[in-house]
C-alpha cells in the first residue's frame, strides 16, 4: 500500500507542474456505489492523467470499507464546441478492510472511454465508462478548473 501511494504522490507531483489542472468529485456505480475525488492533470494539448479514489457504500451485515485508487492516462479528442471525448487507460488498486480482515486485490488495469462537457470557463461534467479490476463501472460528476 505504501509503494502505491508513493507512486500516486510521485506522479501527481511531476504532472501538478503543467498548466491545466482540475479537481472534482462524482458517482460510480459497479462493483458498488461509490463516491468520487478526482482530479486532472493536463499533460498536453491532448493527453491528460487522471488519477481518482473510490470510497464505497458498503450496506451489509458485516463491517468493513473498501475503496478504489485508479490512474488513468487520457488521449483527449476535441469532438464539439465545449464538448471532449477520451479513450483512456490505466491501472487500479482496490483494499478491503474490516473485522479482523484486510484484503489487497494487487495492481489491476482500467480501460475504457469518457467525455467531458465545459459548463463555463471554470467548470465541467464529466462521464466515464470503464472495466476496472472489481467490475465494470460508470463514473459521473463535475470538475472544477484551478
Known sequence: MKKVV????AILGMVSMQAQTE?????????G?????????GVSDVISISPSVD??????????????INVDGHYNFEVGDGFVAYPLAGLNYIMISGDGFTYD?????????GATYE???????YGEL???RYGSGLSVGVLFNL
Open 105 to 113: 486485490s494487487g495492481i489491476g488495469i482500467n480501460i475504457g472511454g
Open 6 to 9: 508513493f507512486v500516486l504522490v
Open 33 to 41: 456505489t461509490a463516491i468520487e475525488a478526482k482530479a486532472n492533470f
Open 55 to 68: 470510497y464505497f457504500l458498503v450496506d451489509s451485515v458485516y463491517s468493513y470499507t473498501m475503496f478504489g
Open 23 to 31: 479537481l472534482g468529485a462524482g458517482v460510480s456505480i459497479g462493483g
Open 130 to 132: 470503464k472495466y476496472r
Open 119 to 125: 459548463i463555463s470557463d471554470n467548470m465541467k461534467l
